[in-house]
């Protein structure tokens, strides 16, 4: 992403009006990169690519519209299922992502996470993501949570398994002790959660933190979200009424 902060269209080059106020943390199920490849006469790697790259004017829109907090839904525990040459394919692509985008990530003041399991990535790409958490910690202008090998069962799981090895009483076990446990610690819950190429449905993305998250979809495969595609989603957030289970009076 050595051009996140550069423009890659016209669209990127628009000033949209303030938004008062946007969302802290936007979540993104970044979905379509396979049928916007065949759309496109272009290989499932290709769409991939394209879509990686679409995260370079995401990235510079979140810090444009005052978002603190993004939330990629890159890799889920269900991929594994995918063929091994379209797997080798995507983690190649987040090998790269590391090695030829981080420095620029880091003089943006991108601050990177990962959430999810690392153990079963190879180990050189497990090193990388360490590495690369503990260049940007001190960042603050943007915290980018890269959800790879993650699964929203999965983390309920991992977070149960570690209350019950902390010997925690089960009458001391609350919604806030379980939420110490999940990946997202120290992250607030998302507010909003977007959901590109018009599928209905969460696909197991953070399905604990975003109980009372806003849902927002679009038939828009992932490589043509652009920033007004973007900026679009934020403002339908900002019409919302967020009431949290209370009534509306």
Known sequence: MADTIQTQNSV????????????????????????????????RFEGHKAGTENLRRILRSSVEFGVKMLTIYAFSTENWKRPPFEIMGLMKILENVIDKELDELNRNGVQLRHIGELERLRPVIRDKVLYAIDYTKNNDKLVLNVAFNYGGRDEI???????????????????????RHMYTA?????????????EFRTSNFLIWQAAYAEYYITPTYW????KGEYYKALQVFNQRDRRYGGRNE
């Open 223 to 226: 490589p043509d979200f652009d």
């Open 157 to 179: 799981v991992h977070a149960v398994k570690k209350v019950i090895a902390e010997k925690i009483p089960p009458n001391e076990v609350t919604e806030e002790v379980l939420s």
């Open 186 to 198: 120290d992250c607030p819950d998302p507010d909003l959660i977007i959901r590109t190429s018009g």
């Open 12 to 43: 990127d080059q628009i000033e949209f009006p303030p938004l008062d106020p946007p969302p802290y943390h936007v979540g993104i199920i970044m979905d379509g990169n396979g049928r916007w490849a065949k759309q496109n006469n272009k290989s």
